[in-house]
């Protein structure tokens, strides 16, 4: 069986070629994944022996919506989907002035072990093909009725840990026959692969990168992001340097606040400090309680805010939305593991 919708129309034409079918089928094909189609069978403009055809020899395995949670407060919209292999990863659904934005998971799990992130707790399961990452755009659109605008890979997984799936998501998404969203409405955060955020450099794409820094110290850092025990503060931000020179695209600095852990005062002054000189934008968040985690969220917002803004650091507070719902982070996947453990 292929996976035919992770295909951009150039290679489903060659693919439709190899079973004797004229390649405008591609178009026509390709066309009916973007309008949400689950079936070949509401393809109604392919011929009956040709849906057959592709039945037998390609998956369309639209997700199932798992859970929903809808939030009585601002309208954000949770999905659990379940895969067709009975793994389930998030997305979540955000209305904003400027747009419907929907957040996607990369992967089921994740690898990078961050302290303070549910995403994680597991471990890493698998990685998504471009055609699950693209599901998720599809099928919040299809179900909830709203279009959207805006992409953030920001769900469960590390975008970076799964390049070329991620890479030919960006194509299709992009593409004008797919769902034609601008690079400039697309933000990659990472939490800091540097020598794939060089490669990625190499790409020269106009999306926003954010980069999950959470803190400007080596030991604060390699406490909470294993990570970083490998590439460590200064050669991260060396990359995230070359990255701006290469793109002209100025990063955003993702900051959870960690009580006792990262809000200290000298910890905002060396921030300050090592992104002298560079173009970014710090995104301070308050930390969402995990469950499995003994961090807690700092009281110090506000303080850690000034403190940025008074040494020239451009700073602004994520607003949270959909907090009566799980939503961020792998939460609601993490939920229904530890429900599923339960009923065992
Ligand atoms: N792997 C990528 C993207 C997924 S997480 C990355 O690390 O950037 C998206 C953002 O949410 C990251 O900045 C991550 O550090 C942050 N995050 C994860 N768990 C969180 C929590 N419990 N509270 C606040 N932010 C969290």
């Not at 969402?288 to 805010?305: D, K, Y």
């Amino acid at each position: 069986m292929t996976d035919i919708k992770s295909m951009l129309p150039e290679e489903l034409a060659a693919w439709l070629k190899g079973l004797g079918e004229p390649a405008f089928r591609a178009g026509q094909i390709f066309r009916w994944f973007y309008r949400g189609a689950a079936s070949f069978d509401e393809m109604t403009d392919l011929s009956k022996a040709l849906r057959e055809k592709l039945a037998r020899e390609a998956i369309l395995s639209p997700p199932e919506v798992a859970r929903k949670q809808v939030s009585a407060q601002d309208g954000t919209i949770k999905y659990l989907w379940r895969l067709a292999d009975g793994n389930c990863v998030e997305s979540v659904l955000m209305r904003y002035q400027h747009g419907n934005t929907v957040c996607i998971s990369c992967q089921v799990g994740c690898r990078m072990g961050c302290a303070f992130c549910a995403s994680t707790i597991a471990g890493k399961v698998r990685d998504l093909t471009p055609a699950e990452m693209l599901d998720q755009v599809l099928f919040t659109q299809l179900d909830s009725g709203a279009p959207v605008s805006n992409i953030v890979l920001m769900g469960i997984g590390e975008p970076l840990d799964n390049f070329d799936t991620v890479m030919r998501f960006l194509e299709l998404v992009n593409h004008p026959d797919g769902l034609n969203i601008g690079m400039r409405h697309i933000s990659l955060s990472t939490c800091g692969l540097a020598e794939q955020i060089d490669k990625l450099a190499g790409y020269r794409l106009q999306l926003t990168l954010s980069v999950s820094l959470h803190a400007p110290d080596d030991e604060t850092r390699s406490r909470i992001m294993p990570v970083n025990r490998a590439v460590g503060v200064e050669r991260l931000l060396d990359s995230c340097r070359r990255y701006f020179q290469t793109t002209g695209r100025r990063i955003s600095y993702e900051y959870a606040l960690i009580d006792g852990v990262n809000d200290a005062d000298w910890q905002a002054d060396l921030l300050a400090r090592r992104l002298r000189g560079m173009p970014a934008h710090v995104n301070l968040i308050g930390l969402n309680e995990v469950e499995e985690s003994p961090l807690r969220p700092s009281r110090r917002m506000a303080a850690f805010q000034k403190r940025l803004e008074d040494r020239g650091v451009t700073v602004t507070v994520r607003r949270k939305l959909g907090s009566d719902i799980d939503a961020s982070c792998g939460q609601l996947r993490r939920r229904a593991m530890r429900e599923a453990e339960r009923k065992i």
